[in-house]
Structure formats: C-alpha cells, structure tokens
C-alpha cells in the first residue's frame, strides 16, 4: 500500500516538475537525439517564457510610424484661374 501511494505522488511530483520545466524553457536531456537546423529567423536560445518577459521589460516599447496626411486638392480661386487663362 505504501508503494502504491509513494509511486502516485512521485508520479504527480514528476508531472509537475515536467510542466514547470517546460513553461520556463528548461530542457531535460532526452534519450533521442534529434538533429536542429539553423535558420536565418529564429535567434538565440533565451530564458523561454521568463526570458521574454524580462527582455520585453527591459527594452522600450516601439512606437508604430505615422502614416504620411493624404494630400487634399485645392480649389483655385477666380483670380488665380484668370490668370491661368490669359498666360
């Protein structure tokens, strides 16, 4: 009975600590060894979710560019179109 319940909490600790692992970006060695191709894109290997946090806190937060005004048509006035016509 003792082993029963010793292997339950060590399997819910195990859990746990598997998931904590995982969201802080922690990696466990794995038994597979699985090749990793560069790419251009991706940058280097930070603190995972706790990393990004700190990193976005740091830096300051970019403002987005202002679009250029749309150029409104004029309207001449009379004298200026008079003086169009007759030069």
């Not at 600790?13 to 560069?38: H, M, N, P, Q, S």
């Not at 990193?55 to 150029?71: G, I, N, Y």
């Amino acid at each position: 009975m003792a082993g029963l319940l010793n292997e339950l909490v060590s399997g819910v600790i195990d859990a746990a600590l598997k998931e904590v692992l995982k969201k802080t970006g922690v990696r466990k060695a794995t038994t597979t060894k699985r090749t990793r191709r560069k790419t251009t894109t991706r940058k280097k290997a930070s603190g995972g979710l706790l990393g990004d946090i700190i990193e976005a806190a740091l830096k300051p937060a970019k403002k987005p560019a202002k679009r250029p005004r749309k150029q409104v048509s004029r309207r001449r006035t009379a004298a200026s179109r008079s003086s169009q016509r007759s030069s």
